[in-house]
């Protein structure tokens, strides 16, 4: 009886990177009913050669290719009962397919075929991207978080990092800008493949055999290293909270200081309804939000609060006490608030590689530059995190020119110098 | 329909060597007889436009093509008002005469035959 119950066997290959015909393949099999692929492409928005074109192509995935057109692509992936989908970063253009186990065959083939030879028609630029472009970029300037963060990278890196993830509602793009980004975009050196869900040999072979036609340039997209600038801004808008963002960025590689510093100021309570241990969590008014923000980028991070609340006066409060908090915490910290902040980032990036999505964004960026990919490379930096590196860290980082960003009501919004920036 | 979706002997004519060598002059007589090329015309302009496909596919010109399309027809009705041709040196001449919207026109009758088959599609599991 016993011996007859059989232990699923479960593999967990992600470590192993090897090049299949040019593209990188990484796989992580849980055992799980479902597959899916992702073809990372280093088509961010920061790679882009005219705004708003990384948006563009974005939304011109799964259009027609020399192979099947548009229609014929949504009607076959239903048929198997898959899902396909892009989303855009700064750094990366993900395009994935998801499906039951066993259809692999068809979508690594679709994915590989639209890599190869999508042919970017002038008509389906006009009837289906423009509209959507549109749609999506008006959406996020009427939400003022969205708003703020676009606005705080453009203070922040100006270049590269700082080119917004949304084309303006009102651009000049043609399909030839598109054609153009994509082909630079659409080479070996720029795409890692990742599956979950799936065999790694599965995947290689499946690769190998369709990307015979895939383009090389002998070099993958660079772009200059990013820089930190900071600045301040305030921009009226209507409908939304009052919204204020105030950041700090630094370049290099992305540090588990920071993260834990992040983790630490968090207010957002590990058990809902209740009043998280953050020093930021007791001061603010009711009914006013304060949200930690860190975005690590490969070359800069980004980190900063977000706050919002329905009028001006009631941000203003919780804005100095929140600057107030940070200015505390870069001071020092002490052995227990570092260890249970390391704790709480080291969950939290844990946590994350369990998610599809994350995961695939954050052992991708670490596939395309042909470095260690495993879960040990993710969670053991935050062994490293002291009170004396986070003290370091967080002191550094608050010493950089601050970035400022008001959306609302300017009149009622406070100004940096008001919060004791 | 008159254009390029009409039942047409042309490919089977275009494949034979023999055959095209005896009807060129003949086409190109015609041609030149059905007299719209002296009101500045292309070939193209004459297809019927009143019908869905036709429209999507007009949609698809580049705005250079839909403004000189339009140029044309203005052109031609105010000709055809005055019921004199154009001077000589205005007529279309044959290089001039592209198909310029038929490939569209056929694209788009391709999609909707598509969506016609993936519309009426019999699944049947293997």
Redesign the interface.
């Known amino acids: 009886m016993l011996a007859a119950r059989r232990v699923p066997r479960i593999a967990r290959s992600f470590a192993t990177v090897p090049d299949s015909a040019g593209y990188k393949v990484a796989a992580v099999d849980a055992n799980q009913p479902t597959s899916s692929v992702t073809f990372l492409v280093k088509a961010g928005s920061r790679f882009e050669t005219k705004p708003g074109v990384a948006h563009a192509l974005k939304n011109f995935s799964f259009k027609s290719s020399a192979f099947r ?1 548009a ?2 692509t949504i ?1 076959q992936s239903e ?1 198997y009962g898959g899902v396909l989908s892009a989303s855009l970063g700064r750094e990366h253009l993900a395009l994935t397919a998801e499906f039951l186990r066993g259809d692999e065959e068809f979508f690594v083939q679709l994915l590989a075929e639209y890599i190869q030879s999508a042919k970017f028609t ?2 389906e630029f ?2 289906y991207v423009t509209p959507v472009v549109e749609a999506e970029s008006t959406e996020a300037s009427s939400d003022p978080a969205v708003y703020a963060i676009e606005l705080a990278h453009a203070l922040a890196f100006r270049n590269g990092l700082g080119s917004s993830l949304f084309a303006t509602p009102h651009s000049s793009l043609t399909v030839e800008d598109v054609s153009a980004f994509a082909k630079n975009a659409f080479t070996r050196e720029n795409i890692a493949v990742l599956g979950t869900g799936i065999d790694q040999g599965t995947l290689s072979e499946l690769v190998q055999r369709f990307s015979g036609a895939a383009k090389s340039t002998g070099a993958a997209s660079s772009t200059s290293a990013s820089t930190y600038f900071g600045g301040e801004t305030r921009l009226q808008s209507h409908g939304g909270p009052e919204t204020v963002f105030i950041g700090f960025g630094t370049t290099g590689a992305p540090s588990p200081d920071l993260a834990a510093f992040s983790a630490f100021l968090s207010p957002t309570p590990s058990i809902k309804w209740s009043q998280s241990l953050s020093p930021i969590a007791s001061a603010i008014p009711a009914g006013t939000s304060v949200q930690s923000v860190y975005l690590p980028y490969s070359d800069a991070s980004l980190f900063g609060l977000l706050i919002q609340g329905s009028s001006g006066a009631s941000v203003k409060e919780a804005g100095k006490a929140a600057v107030q908090a940070l200015k505390a915490a870069a001071k020092g910290l002490s052995k227990e608030d570092a260890a249970k902040a390391a704790a709480k980032a080291k969950f939290a990036a844990a946590s994350a590689i369990e998610g599809r999505d994350s995961l695939v964004n954050i052992l991708g960026s670490k596939v395309l530059a042909g470095s260690d990919a495993s879960v040990n490379t993710v969670l053991q930096p935050f062994a490293s995190v002291t009170a004396a590196s986070l003290s370091k860290a967080a002191s550094s980082l608050v010493s950089s020119k601050p970035t400022f960003v008001a959306v609302g009501d300017i009149a009622s919004l406070p100004y940096a110098d008001e919060l004791g920036l | 329909m008159l254009g390029p979706l009409s039942f047409s002997l042309a490919p089977y004519v275009r494949s034979s060597k023999m055959l095209s060598k005896w009807l060129t002059p003949f086409a190109s007589w015609y041609n030149e007889t059905a007299g719209y090329k002296k009101y500045g015309f292309k070939y193209d302009d004459l297809l019927i436009e009143e019908r869905e496909d036709v429209q999507r596919a007009l949609g698809r010109l580049t705005p250079r093509e839909q403004n000189d399309r339009a140029f044309r027809i203005k052109r031609a009705s105010h000709t055809s008002v005055l019921h004199r041709p154009l001077p000589k040196e205005e007529w279309t001449s044959t290089e001039e005469d592209v198909r310029y919207l038929a490939p569209h026109v056929e694209e788009v009758v391709k999609e909707d035959k598509e969506r016609a088959y993936w519309d009426h599609l019999a699944v049947t599991r293997k």
């Open positions: 057109s229609l014929g009607r048929l002038r008509h006009q009837e």
